[in-house]
Protein backbone atom coordinates (compact mmCIF):
# COMPACT_ATOMS: atom_id res chain seq x y z
CA UNK A 1 0.00 0.00 0.00
CA UNK A 2 1.24 3.19 -0.80
CA UNK A 3 1.48 6.08 1.12
CA UNK A 4 -1.46 8.22 -0.48
CA UNK A 5 -3.65 4.70 0.04
CA UNK A 6 -2.98 5.14 3.57
CA UNK A 7 -3.47 8.71 3.67
CA UNK A 8 -7.25 7.72 2.45
CA UNK A 9 -7.79 5.37 4.54
CA UNK A 10 -6.54 6.80 7.57
CA UNK A 11 -8.67 10.12 6.65
CA UNK A 12 -11.08 8.25 5.25
CA UNK A 13 -11.66 6.47 8.96
CA UNK A 14 -11.04 10.08 10.86
CA UNK A 15 -13.96 11.14 8.93
CA UNK A 16 -16.24 8.96 10.81
CA UNK A 17 -15.05 10.02 13.83
CA UNK A 18 -11.94 11.19 15.98
CA UNK A 19 -9.70 8.14 16.84
CA UNK A 20 -6.77 7.72 18.74
CA UNK A 21 -4.28 5.62 17.04
CA UNK A 22 -5.01 2.61 19.20
CA UNK A 23 -8.68 2.82 17.62
CA UNK A 24 -7.95 3.17 14.04
CA UNK A 25 -5.52 -0.11 14.42
CA UNK A 26 -8.09 -2.02 16.26
CA UNK A 27 -10.87 -1.13 13.60
CA UNK A 28 -8.76 -1.79 11.21
CA UNK A 29 -7.76 -5.35 12.54
CA UNK A 30 -11.47 -5.84 12.87
CA UNK A 31 -13.16 -4.67 10.54
CA UNK A 32 -11.12 -4.04 7.63
CA UNK A 33 -7.85 -6.57 7.16
CA UNK A 34 -9.27 -7.62 3.80
CA UNK A 35 -8.68 -4.33 2.44
CA UNK A 36 -5.55 -3.18 3.69
CA UNK A 37 -2.63 -5.01 5.85
CA UNK A 38 -1.74 -1.74 7.74
CA UNK A 39 0.91 -2.40 10.60
CA UNK A 40 0.27 -0.43 13.51
CA UNK A 41 3.60 1.02 13.46
CA UNK A 42 3.03 2.53 10.15
CA UNK A 43 -0.51 3.66 10.72
CA UNK A 44 0.95 5.62 13.93
CA UNK A 45 3.86 6.87 11.41
CA UNK A 46 1.28 7.98 8.45
CA UNK A 47 -0.74 9.79 11.53
CA UNK A 48 1.82 11.86 12.97
CA UNK A 49 3.71 12.67 9.00
CA UNK A 50 -0.64 14.10 8.28
CA UNK A 51 -0.52 16.03 11.63
CA UNK A 52 2.71 18.01 10.54
CA UNK A 53 1.07 18.22 7.08
CA UNK A 54 -1.66 19.71 8.97
CA UNK A 55 -4.10 17.38 7.78
CA UNK A 56 -4.79 15.75 10.64
CA UNK A 57 -5.15 17.88 14.21
CA UNK A 58 -4.42 15.97 17.91
CA UNK A 59 -5.19 16.73 21.28
CA UNK A 60 -4.47 14.87 24.46
CA UNK A 61 -7.31 12.77 25.88
CA UNK A 62 -6.83 10.83 29.63
CA UNK A 63 -9.63 8.62 30.46
CA UNK A 64 -9.69 8.23 34.08
CA UNK A 65 -6.24 7.29 35.70
CA UNK A 66 -4.91 5.83 32.40
CA UNK A 67 -1.96 7.51 30.66
CA UNK A 68 -2.93 10.13 28.29
CA UNK A 69 -3.38 9.22 24.96
CA UNK A 70 -3.48 11.71 21.17
CA UNK A 71 -6.79 11.55 19.71
CA UNK A 72 -6.54 12.61 15.93
CA UNK A 73 -8.79 14.81 13.87
CA UNK A 74 -9.30 15.34 10.21
CA UNK A 75 -8.81 19.07 9.04
CA UNK A 76 -9.94 21.17 6.42
CA UNK A 77 -6.88 20.74 4.92
CA UNK A 78 -7.14 16.64 5.41
CA UNK A 79 -10.67 16.74 4.33
CA UNK A 80 -9.55 18.31 0.70
CA UNK A 81 -6.79 15.85 0.54
CA UNK A 82 -9.04 13.22 1.04
CA UNK A 83 -11.34 13.94 -1.40
CA UNK A 84 -9.08 14.37 -3.79
CA UNK A 85 -7.13 11.31 -3.35
CA UNK A 86 -10.72 9.22 -3.21
CA UNK A 87 -11.09 10.92 -6.80
CA UNK A 88 -7.84 9.69 -7.46
CA UNK A 89 -8.48 6.28 -6.42
CA UNK A 90 -11.99 5.85 -8.04
CA UNK A 91 -10.75 6.82 -11.67
CA UNK A 92 -7.83 4.65 -11.67
CA UNK A 93 -6.80 1.09 -11.62
CA UNK A 94 -4.17 -0.50 -9.84
CA UNK A 95 -3.31 -4.36 -10.84
CA UNK A 96 -3.07 -6.41 -7.68
CA UNK A 97 0.54 -7.42 -6.53
CA UNK A 98 1.07 -10.74 -5.13
CA UNK A 99 4.06 -12.67 -3.15
CA UNK A 100 1.64 -15.87 -5.04
CA UNK A 101 2.88 -14.68 -8.38
CA UNK A 102 6.01 -14.88 -7.36
CA UNK A 103 5.52 -18.83 -5.85
CA UNK A 104 3.84 -19.76 -9.12
CA UNK A 105 6.41 -18.37 -11.70
CA UNK A 106 8.75 -21.25 -10.33
CA UNK A 107 5.84 -23.68 -10.14
CA UNK A 108 7.92 -26.34 -12.58
CA UNK A 109 10.95 -26.03 -10.01
CA UNK A 110 8.94 -28.91 -8.09
CA UNK A 111 8.62 -32.25 -8.21
CA UNK A 112 5.36 -32.27 -9.33
CA UNK A 113 3.42 -34.22 -6.42
CA UNK A 114 4.67 -31.40 -4.04
CA UNK A 115 3.74 -29.00 -6.04
CA UNK A 116 0.04 -30.36 -6.77
CA UNK A 117 0.17 -31.10 -2.79
CA UNK A 118 1.42 -27.45 -2.24
CA UNK A 119 -1.25 -25.66 -4.63
CA UNK A 120 -4.00 -28.32 -2.85
CA UNK A 121 -2.85 -26.42 0.29
CA UNK A 122 -3.51 -23.11 -1.16
CA UNK A 123 -6.79 -24.15 -2.52
CA UNK A 124 -8.08 -25.64 0.75
CA UNK A 125 -7.09 -21.96 2.02
CA UNK A 126 -8.72 -20.38 -0.69
CA UNK A 127 -12.22 -22.40 -0.27
CA UNK A 128 -12.04 -21.37 3.17
CA UNK A 129 -11.62 -17.71 2.69
CA UNK A 130 -14.15 -18.22 0.42
CA UNK A 131 -16.86 -19.26 2.89
CA UNK A 132 -15.56 -16.47 5.21
CA UNK A 133 -16.11 -13.82 2.85
CA UNK A 134 -19.77 -14.90 1.40
CA UNK A 135 -21.10 -14.95 5.23
CA UNK A 136 -19.46 -11.32 5.53
CA UNK A 137 -21.46 -10.48 2.57
CA UNK A 138 -24.63 -11.96 3.95
CA UNK A 139 -24.11 -9.63 6.97
CA UNK A 140 -23.90 -6.53 5.80
CA UNK A 141 -26.58 -4.13 4.30
CA UNK A 142 -26.57 -2.73 1.03
CA UNK A 143 -26.44 0.29 1.80
CA UNK A 144 -23.36 -0.37 3.29
CA UNK A 145 -20.53 0.89 0.84
CA UNK A 146 -18.66 -1.67 2.59
CA UNK A 147 -20.54 -4.07 0.89
CA UNK A 148 -18.99 -3.15 -2.62
CA UNK A 149 -15.17 -4.10 -1.19
CA UNK A 150 -16.54 -7.49 0.57
CA UNK A 151 -18.37 -8.23 -2.94
CA UNK A 152 -15.01 -7.47 -4.97
CA UNK A 153 -12.98 -9.22 -2.57
CA UNK A 154 -15.58 -12.23 -3.24
CA UNK A 155 -15.23 -12.05 -6.79
CA UNK A 156 -11.12 -12.16 -6.66
CA UNK A 157 -11.33 -15.39 -4.06
CA UNK A 158 -13.60 -16.74 -6.83
CA UNK A 159 -11.70 -15.92 -10.21
CA UNK A 160 -8.39 -17.27 -7.75
CA UNK A 161 -9.91 -20.19 -7.46
CA UNK A 162 -11.18 -21.17 -10.69
CA UNK A 163 -7.22 -19.72 -11.82
CA UNK A 164 -6.06 -22.29 -9.39
CA UNK A 165 -8.06 -25.04 -11.27
CA UNK A 166 -6.76 -23.96 -13.96
CA UNK A 167 -2.79 -24.36 -13.18
CA UNK A 168 -3.31 -27.74 -11.72
CA UNK A 169 -4.27 -28.73 -15.19
CA UNK A 170 -1.42 -27.36 -16.58
CA UNK A 171 0.59 -28.88 -13.94
CA UNK A 172 -1.27 -32.31 -14.50
CA UNK A 173 -0.16 -32.25 -18.28
CA UNK A 174 3.01 -31.24 -17.55
CA UNK A 175 3.60 -33.88 -15.32
CA UNK A 176 2.81 -36.51 -18.63
CA UNK A 177 5.41 -34.67 -20.71
CA UNK A 178 8.00 -35.04 -18.07
CA UNK A 179 7.27 -38.43 -17.12
Request: net charge negative; proline share 3%.
Amino acid sequence: MNVEDRKLLLLGLLRIQAMHGYQLNQFLDEHLDFIASLKPSTAYYTLERMAAEGLVQTHAEQPGRRPARQIYDITPAGEALYQELLKQNLSGYAMGESGDDIGIGFLADLPPAEAERCLALKRAILQEKIVQFEEMAGRITLSDATHLAVRRTLHRLRADEVWLEEAGQWLARAALTDG
